[in-house]
């Protein structure tokens, strides 16, 4: 579809002389050389996660990082999305870890394996997934009966996916990471040895590594295992490994498994873009001094639907992660090359044959969309609230309600008068939008330092509404991740016991309800009134491309807060606030005639568009919400 030449299978290339491929593979080390059946091979790497990128394109992403002159993809894998809940396994789309390694075996390019449990990586809670929270006794990523039981159940399986590609079968997997960083958190060894007997048993004999940042490599180290530190400043931190590390088994040669190019974003009035950094210079003196590197991220991709964690936490604010992964990386969210690709590809050429990278594929802009209506087509809230659905006597979190990602609805109808601020015992999960009647009474946010009050004055047979948003959960989040309302509610200090009901909106993220979107001919009747309850907007664009010509940004003009979905596919959530202001549309989940939901879930009376923008842009603007916070 890309207009390009396909020259997959040009197989595996090494810095010296190729040996003779055995039957079986093998990957080894000594103390400075790595050897991919016995001949000398230099990790030239990259991390591309295929859970943030649309499984159609993934092809093209690996052939841009061999066109870079790199030869080994680092994938973090999250569990979350693979076992949505527990025991029922989802490898399918996006989650199909075979053909994952499938692609990069074709590409002619080899694989090193991140696959938790637990990854970090800017994901909701780094890639655990939620329902952990209803296991007893669960603490996560220790040596936990509960925690080691259900990781290993999920390694079993994802390593039942990958049998056919471990280097000792023959395939592109060459080493397999043991936790993630964990040497910042903690230094059990007994966990650390649980954690790779178990992936030992999920990937038979593929040798393993840990992954730490500088400070951090002693406590995170296993005996056995290459230990490898990460992060930005490679002359200063590639060096730190053998002053920490003395254990020879865990010595062999150095590498830097995270070169971190820039940074995430979060979402935030005053957050800003993280733009593309040249780390050409580290890479050119890695390579020259025999040392082997992952650049991360080469390219991020998008955190589709609710797929983007946050950072800090209770009792600090928490900032969300954009569901742009765009990360500043050398190929940008679309698998276009950044500024800086071509000046990384330079660097890495300086130390390999010319013949061995071959030529950047060219690739057609991305498409702009004229603008086209968007017009009220269903509430979200369902019309009759005087029977509570999933009743209960006192508020329970997302996860008590079998919902881990999106919205849920708590409705409580009121018995008796009370007045006063609204307050939740253990603070907004995320974000809370409070209503009296169907009447927006004001936003309570965990985003803010100093929240917002909210105050209230239900009479007898008044029914307050909490629409409760799950922002994502902390990424390094051990405090308790829980989401929706977790204890109480009260109203001027009173607490609201009896009569709750909760209605979950998982938007294809499951939950009680199972996240349905409406359906039908819609329009009828909808109202959108100021200060009222959230809409779903329906549009329809047409398109005449194919593929990566196709793909588009598309922007919500007028829109506050929202989720957008195009052809059924969650693309994410929307924020005025930014910086991200356009979500990426993949033209591979276009067709000649397009259907755009729209949740916006602070509408205004008024006519709404959307269009496609070629060129995307970054920007803020002030928070409409934050009335008296700060
Ligand atoms: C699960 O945990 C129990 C202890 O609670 C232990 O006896 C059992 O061996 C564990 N199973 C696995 C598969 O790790
Ligand atoms: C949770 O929801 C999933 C998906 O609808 C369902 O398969 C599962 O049985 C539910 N679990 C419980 C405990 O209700």
């Given amino acids: 579809m890309y207009a390009s030449s396909v020259w997959l299978g040009v197989g595996a290339w090494c810095l010296a002389s190729a040996g003779a491929f055995a039957a079986a593979g093998s990957f080894t080390w000594d103390r400075n050389n790595f050897y991919l059946n016995d001949a000398k091979y230099t990790i030239i790497g990259g991390q591309i996660d295929p859970q943030r990128v649309p499984r159609e394109y993934w092809g093209q992403r690996l052939q841009m990082a061999k066109a870079m002159g790199l030869n080994t993809i680092f ?21 199909d870890v075979a053909a994952w390694h499938q692609a990069i075996k074709d590409a002619g390019m080899k694989a090193v394996l991140r696959p938790g449990p637990y990854v970090c990586a800017e994901r909701d809670w780094g890639g655990l997934p939620g329902w952990l929270n209803q296991i007893p006794n669960m603490k996560i990523r220790s040596n936990n009966a509960p925690f080691l039981n259900a990781s290993a159940k999920y390694l079993a399986k994802v390593g039942e996916q990958l049998r056919d590609y471990l280097v000792t079968n023959d395939g592109p997997i060459l080493l397999v990471q043991v936790e993630n960083e964990y040497g910042y958190v903690g230094n059990d060894m007994n966990y650390k040895r649980a954690l790779s007997d178990a992936l030992f048993a999920a990937f038979p004999k593929i040798k393993q590594y840990t992954n730490d940042g500088a400070s951090a490599l002693k406590s995170g180290y296993l005996p056995g295992a290459l230990s490898v530190v990460d992060g930005s400043g490679p002359k200063n931190g590639i060096p730190e490994r053998d002053k920490a590390i003395t254990d020879p088994t865990s010595l062999g040669p150095l590498m830097d498994g995270e070169v971190w190019i820039t940074w995430f974003d979060t979402w935030g009035p005053k957050s800003g873009h993280a733009g593309a950094a040249d780390a050409s210079g580290d890479i050119d003196w890695m390579l020259s001094q025999g040392y082997h590197f992952s650049i991360y991220m080469f390219h991020g991709g ?20 954009t569901t742009s992964y765009d990360y500043g990386a050398v190929l940008d969210e679309t698998g276009r090359p950044a500024s800086t690709y071509s000046r990384m590809r330079s660097a890495i050429a300086k130390h390999i044959p010319a013949s061995s990278i071959p030529a950047i594929p060219s690739l057609p802009p991305l498409q702009s969309i004229p603008s086209f209506p968007l017009t009220p087509f269903a509430p979200l809230f369902p019309t009759t609230t005087t029977t509570p659905t999933n009743p209960s006597d006192t508020p329970l979190p997302m996860e008590a309600l079998n919902q881990t990602f999106g919205l849920t609805l708590y409705t409580h109808t009121a018995t008796t008068s009370s007045s006063g601020a609204l307050t939740l015992t253990n603070g907004p999960r995320d974000r809370v939008i409070v209503y009296v009647n169907g009447a ?61 009901g909760h209605v979950g909106f998982g938007l294809g993220f499951g939950g009680p309800e199972g996240g349905v979107l409406p359906e039908g001919e819609g329009g009828d009747g909808v109202v959108v009134r100021e200060g009222g309850e959230p809409v779903w907007y329906k549009g329809v664009f047409a398109n005449g491309k194919e593929g990566m010509a196709a793909d588009t940004f598309l922007e919500l003009p007028g829109g506050v807060k929202g989720v957008v979905f195009v052809n059924g596919h969650n693309l994410g959530r929307y924020w005025t606030i930014g910086p991200q202001q356009q979500l990426f549309v993949p033209g591979a989940w276009l067709k000649e005639t397009n259907e755009v939901l729209v949740l916006e879930l602070e509408p205004k009376p008024g006519d709404r568009v959307a269009r496609g923008l070629a060129v995307r842009t970054w920007g803020n603007n002030p928070d409409p919400d934050c009335n008296g916070c700060s």
């Fill in 302 to 321: 998008t955190s589709f639907g609710f797929g983007g964690g946050s950072g800090g936490g209770s009792p600090n604010p928490i900032t969300p992660f």
């Fill in 75 to 95: 994938s973090y894998l999250y569990w979350q999305d693979i076992e949505p809940y527990p025991g029922q396994f989802d490898f399918t789309g996006m989650n």
């Fill in 440 to 500: 927006r009474k004001g936003v309570l946010d965990g985003i803010y330092r100093r929240p917002a009050t909210v105050n209230v004055a239900l009479q007898a047979g008044d029914v307050l509404g909490l629409l409760v948003e799950n922002l994502g959960r902390v990424d390094n989040g051990f405090t308790d991740q829980r989401k929706g309302v977790v204890g109480d509610v009260a109203v001027g200090g009173r607490v609201l016991r009896g009569g709750w």
